[in-house]
């Protein structure tokens, strides 16, 4: 399997795999106590989990400012350090929060709350430029988008970013932004429980790089959730949103945990572990495909980027998990 992604048009060169840093910014919480972290984080092992991720290949390192009320860019920043020239770093942009409270307080999609959240982010990453800027506001109405990809593409030429992106799971959106020159890439949902054919179409057509968000089912796809297992009050998953699928008040489907132990043999194949077979698949499944999987330790690091030694599923694997799967 080739190793290396381009981001879209731009030439920006990244690892095939990229780690998430969602997990890593800690709690944090909606205005209403809905927790929106992964709960608690060592912020040392993060650092140090961020650095092992390094020495094993990975250049890719996606963030928002919304994780962890800011904290999630700090502590990549400071885990990247003097390597940060050697990395890609995107973030988000579009949440409104307090970083005293850590508490989300809304959303702003005008063009000047952008250009103070770009400042903020800029600040907090520790760098003078984001490689990938991502509108993190996935419903966002498409003619304020169509200001918003103008306004990114003047934070390309004061040198601010090199290139942008919309993360949302509806095609029509990515497209409007895709008209934008440095337009790179969409990230989207996308996992072997839950294809985006209409998303991996999109890309392919436009030349857009596919950034993979919840690329193990928040989870699900490690082998590590049982059915009926409590998870932290701090967690996401204890209070699982509207849009979270897979888990229920309680810890995770039984149905969906059905779904990932008939997919086991073909996942776990070549020596993978379920994890490495899951974001295996995505390769497969796309060229352009860049999953982002979180991390919360060295250890995850460490198997998330041993995924990249055993490459992609075949073509005959895919047409197996789909068979399985009654796709």
Known sequence: ????????????????????????????????????????????????AVRRALDLGVTFFDTADTYGAGHSERVLGRALGKRRADVVVATKWGNVFDEETRTLTGADDTPEYARRALTASLRRLDTDHIDLYQLHISDADPQRAAELRDLCEEFVREGLIRAYAWSTDDPARAAVFARGEHCAAVQHMANVLQDAPEMFALCEELGLASINRSPLAMGLLTGGRRSGQALEAGDIRSRPPEWLQGFEDGGADPRWLARVDALKDVLTSGGRTLGQGALAWLWARSPRAVPIPGFRSVAQAEQNAGAQEKGALTGEQLAEVDRILER
Not at 11 to 29: D, H, P, T
């Open 1 to 48: 399997m080739e190793t290396k992604r381009t981001l879209g048009r731009t030439g920006i060169g990244v690892s095939a795999l990229g780690f998430g840093c969602w997990a890593i910014g800690g709690e944090w919480q909606s205005a209403d106590g809905q927790p929106l972290g992964w709960g608690r984080v060592d912020d040392e092992e993060s650092v140090r």
